[in-house]
Protein backbone atom coordinates (compact mmCIF):
# COMPACT_ATOMS: atom_id res chain seq x y z
CA UNK A 1 0.00 0.00 0.00
CA UNK A 2 1.25 3.60 -0.65
CA UNK A 3 1.87 5.36 1.95
CA UNK A 4 3.50 7.98 4.36
CA UNK A 5 4.50 6.99 7.57
CA UNK A 6 5.17 9.33 10.54
CA UNK A 7 6.42 8.08 14.13
CA UNK A 8 5.52 8.83 16.72
CA UNK A 9 2.05 9.80 16.28
CA UNK A 10 1.75 11.51 19.79
CA UNK A 11 4.50 13.05 21.45
CA UNK A 12 4.68 15.27 25.11
CA UNK A 13 8.04 16.52 25.77
CA UNK A 14 10.07 19.12 27.64
CA UNK A 15 11.89 22.30 26.51
CA UNK A 16 15.23 21.39 25.22
CA UNK A 17 15.22 17.80 24.73
CA UNK A 18 15.88 17.08 21.34
CA UNK A 19 13.41 15.17 19.27
CA UNK A 20 13.14 13.38 16.13
CA UNK A 21 10.05 13.10 14.19
CA UNK A 22 10.94 10.23 11.19
CA UNK A 23 8.96 10.19 8.18
CA UNK A 24 9.13 7.67 5.53
CA UNK A 25 7.35 7.49 1.98
CA UNK A 26 7.50 3.67 0.06
CA UNK A 27 6.30 5.31 -3.60
CA UNK A 28 10.13 6.58 -4.41
CA UNK A 29 9.02 10.15 -4.09
CA UNK A 30 11.51 12.51 -5.25
CA UNK A 31 10.00 15.69 -3.38
CA UNK A 32 9.39 15.40 0.80
CA UNK A 33 8.48 18.17 3.21
CA UNK A 34 7.63 18.85 6.43
CA UNK A 35 4.40 21.27 7.25
CA UNK A 36 3.14 22.47 10.50
CA UNK A 37 -1.19 23.13 11.46
CA UNK A 38 -2.13 25.90 13.96
CA UNK A 39 -5.20 26.94 14.20
CA UNK A 40 -6.24 29.93 12.58
CA UNK A 41 -2.43 29.37 10.36
CA UNK A 42 -3.14 26.70 8.20
CA UNK A 43 -0.48 24.57 6.64
CA UNK A 44 2.49 26.41 7.07
CA UNK A 45 5.59 24.40 5.41
CA UNK A 46 8.89 24.32 7.57
CA UNK A 47 11.55 22.80 4.67
CA UNK A 48 11.04 20.46 2.16
CA UNK A 49 13.81 18.15 -0.26
CA UNK A 50 13.70 17.99 -3.76
CA UNK A 51 15.78 15.20 -3.61
CA UNK A 52 18.65 13.15 -1.82
CA UNK A 53 21.01 15.45 -0.06
CA UNK A 54 19.09 18.43 -1.52
CA UNK A 55 17.15 20.57 1.35
CA UNK A 56 15.42 23.79 1.63
CA UNK A 57 13.82 26.54 3.97
CA UNK A 58 9.91 26.74 4.15
CA UNK A 59 8.09 29.39 5.79
CA UNK A 60 8.47 28.81 9.34
CA UNK A 61 12.41 26.87 9.35
CA UNK A 62 13.47 28.58 12.70
CA UNK A 63 14.09 25.82 15.44
CA UNK A 64 13.79 23.05 12.77
CA UNK A 65 16.74 20.85 10.94
CA UNK A 66 16.57 18.19 8.82
CA UNK A 67 18.45 15.48 7.05
CA UNK A 68 17.78 13.86 3.11
CA UNK A 69 20.26 10.69 3.16
CA UNK A 70 17.94 8.53 1.33
CA UNK A 71 15.22 8.92 -0.82
CA UNK A 72 12.33 7.40 1.02
CA UNK A 73 13.45 8.97 5.06
CA UNK A 74 12.67 12.71 5.71
CA UNK A 75 13.47 13.42 9.37
CA UNK A 76 12.48 16.18 11.54
CA UNK A 77 14.77 17.57 13.70
CA UNK A 78 14.11 19.60 16.88
CA UNK A 79 17.16 20.11 18.67
CA UNK A 80 15.96 22.24 21.23
CA UNK A 81 12.44 22.39 21.61
CA UNK A 82 10.15 25.55 23.13
CA UNK A 83 6.53 25.76 23.50
CA UNK A 84 5.81 27.37 20.10
CA UNK A 85 6.17 24.37 18.78
CA UNK A 86 3.86 22.41 20.27
CA UNK A 87 1.58 22.01 17.33
CA UNK A 88 0.60 19.01 14.71
CA UNK A 89 2.65 18.29 12.06
CA UNK A 90 2.70 16.43 8.66
CA UNK A 91 4.96 15.25 6.21
CA UNK A 92 4.33 14.89 2.50
CA UNK A 93 5.67 13.37 -0.59
CA UNK A 94 4.81 13.83 -4.34
CA UNK A 95 6.86 12.47 -7.49
CA UNK A 96 8.37 16.16 -7.85
CA UNK A 97 7.14 19.63 -7.97
CA UNK A 98 5.89 22.48 -9.51
CA UNK A 99 2.95 21.35 -11.64
CA UNK A 100 -0.42 20.88 -10.57
CA UNK A 101 -0.28 17.30 -11.36
CA UNK A 102 2.46 17.38 -8.41
CA UNK A 103 0.07 15.87 -5.65
CA UNK A 104 1.56 15.73 -2.90
CA UNK A 105 0.84 12.65 -0.31
CA UNK A 106 0.55 13.41 3.55
CA UNK A 107 1.08 10.87 6.36
CA UNK A 108 -1.02 10.72 9.53
CA UNK A 109 0.21 13.59 11.11
CA UNK A 110 2.15 13.88 14.98
CA UNK A 111 1.15 15.74 17.42
CA UNK A 112 3.62 17.35 19.74
CA UNK A 113 3.68 19.02 22.92
CA UNK A 114 6.37 21.18 24.18
CA UNK A 115 5.73 21.94 27.75
CA UNK B 1 1.46 38.21 4.98
CA UNK B 2 -1.27 35.54 3.95
CA UNK B 3 -0.62 34.38 0.34
CA UNK B 4 -3.57 32.53 0.03
CA UNK B 5 -6.89 32.99 2.22
CA UNK B 6 -10.02 31.33 3.06
CA UNK B 7 -12.48 33.97 4.97
CA UNK B 8 -14.74 31.76 5.84
CA UNK B 9 -13.87 29.57 8.88
CA UNK B 10 -16.80 27.38 9.01
CA UNK B 11 -19.54 26.48 6.62
CA UNK B 12 -23.01 24.46 7.16
CA UNK B 13 -24.84 23.26 4.43
CA UNK B 14 -27.70 20.82 3.79
CA UNK B 15 -27.41 17.12 2.47
CA UNK B 16 -28.45 17.40 -1.53
CA UNK B 17 -27.57 21.18 -1.80
CA UNK B 18 -24.26 22.81 -2.90
CA UNK B 19 -21.29 23.76 -1.09
CA UNK B 20 -19.39 26.73 -2.00
CA UNK B 21 -15.99 26.88 -0.48
CA UNK B 22 -13.85 30.01 -1.42
CA UNK B 23 -10.44 30.75 -1.55
CA UNK B 24 -8.48 34.24 -2.23
CA UNK B 25 -4.79 35.02 -3.87
CA UNK B 26 -2.76 37.73 -4.35
CA UNK B 27 0.17 36.47 -5.60
CA UNK B 28 -0.61 36.38 -9.44
CA UNK B 29 2.67 33.67 -9.92
CA UNK B 30 1.17 30.98 -9.19
CA UNK B 31 0.70 28.47 -11.65
CA UNK B 32 -1.52 25.55 -10.10
CA UNK B 33 -4.56 25.54 -7.60
CA UNK B 34 -5.45 22.47 -5.51
CA UNK B 35 -8.05 21.65 -2.75
CA UNK B 36 -7.63 19.04 -0.17
CA UNK B 37 -9.55 17.47 2.26
CA UNK B 38 -9.13 16.57 6.20
CA UNK B 39 -10.78 14.71 8.20
CA UNK B 40 -10.00 14.38 12.17
CA UNK B 41 -7.23 12.32 12.86
CA UNK B 42 -5.80 12.35 9.57
CA UNK B 43 -3.57 13.89 7.22
CA UNK B 44 -4.89 15.59 4.68
CA UNK B 45 -6.03 14.15 1.24
CA UNK B 46 -5.66 15.24 -2.14
CA UNK B 47 -9.09 16.61 -3.81
CA UNK B 48 -8.90 17.99 -7.17
CA UNK B 49 -6.31 20.80 -8.77
CA UNK B 50 -6.62 23.50 -11.70
CA UNK B 51 -4.01 25.03 -13.65
CA UNK B 52 -3.55 28.63 -14.08
CA UNK B 53 -4.28 28.31 -18.05
CA UNK B 54 -7.16 26.97 -17.21
CA UNK B 55 -11.05 28.29 -16.00
CA UNK B 56 -12.76 25.02 -14.37
CA UNK B 57 -12.08 21.64 -13.33
CA UNK B 58 -14.43 19.25 -12.90
CA UNK B 59 -14.37 15.68 -11.10
CA UNK B 60 -17.48 13.82 -9.90
CA UNK B 61 -19.39 16.10 -7.76
CA UNK B 62 -16.42 18.04 -7.65
CA UNK B 63 -15.41 21.54 -9.54
CA UNK B 64 -13.13 23.70 -8.94
CA UNK B 65 -13.20 27.64 -10.48
CA UNK B 66 -10.72 29.52 -11.35
CA UNK B 67 -11.26 33.66 -11.66
CA UNK B 68 -7.51 34.66 -12.71
CA UNK B 69 -8.53 38.46 -13.10
CA UNK B 70 -10.36 38.86 -9.21
CA UNK B 71 -7.68 36.34 -7.70
CA UNK B 72 -10.02 33.31 -7.04
CA UNK B 73 -11.00 30.12 -6.76
CA UNK B 74 -14.01 27.98 -5.61
CA UNK B 75 -14.85 24.41 -4.87
CA UNK B 76 -18.31 23.53 -5.64
CA UNK B 77 -19.46 20.35 -4.85
CA UNK B 78 -22.98 18.94 -5.58
CA UNK B 79 -25.24 17.17 -4.00
CA UNK B 80 -23.30 17.19 -0.70
CA UNK B 81 -22.74 14.19 1.40
CA UNK B 82 -22.61 14.09 5.30
CA UNK B 83 -19.33 12.27 4.26
CA UNK B 84 -17.89 15.22 2.50
CA UNK B 85 -17.84 16.76 6.46
CA UNK B 86 -14.70 17.75 6.64
CA UNK B 87 -11.89 20.70 6.91
CA UNK B 88 -10.99 21.98 2.70
CA UNK B 89 -7.70 23.37 2.62
CA UNK B 90 -6.79 25.18 -1.03
CA UNK B 91 -3.35 25.41 -1.83
CA UNK B 92 -1.25 27.35 -4.74
CA UNK B 93 2.04 26.37 -5.98
CA UNK B 94 3.98 27.92 -8.92
CA UNK B 95 7.84 27.78 -9.87
CA UNK B 96 8.84 28.14 -6.25
CA UNK B 97 9.12 24.52 -5.32
CA UNK B 98 6.65 25.19 -2.49
CA UNK B 99 2.89 24.86 -2.00
CA UNK B 100 0.85 27.70 0.09
CA UNK B 101 -2.08 26.73 1.57
CA UNK B 102 -5.09 28.46 3.17
CA UNK B 103 -6.15 28.43 6.24
CA UNK B 104 -9.08 26.26 5.41
CA UNK B 105 -12.85 26.21 5.91
CA UNK B 106 -14.83 24.00 8.16
CA UNK B 107 -17.50 22.19 5.83
CA UNK B 108 -20.43 20.34 7.45
CA UNK B 109 -23.36 18.52 5.88
CA UNK B 110 -26.42 18.24 7.58
CA UNK B 111 -28.06 15.08 6.73
Known amino acids: EAQVTQNPRYLITVTGKKLTVTCSQN?????MSWYRQDPGLGLRQIYYSMNVEVTDKGDVPEGYKVSRKEKRNFPLILESPSPNQTSLYFC??????????????FGPGTRLTVL | DQQVKQNSPSLSVQEGRISILNCDYTNSMFDYFLWYKKYPAEGPTFLISISSIKDKNEDGRFTVFLNKSAKHLSLHIVPSQPGDSAVYFCAAGGATNKLIFGTGTLLAVQP
Open chain 1, 27 to 31: MNHEY
Open chain 1, 92 to 105: ASSFSSGTSTDTQY
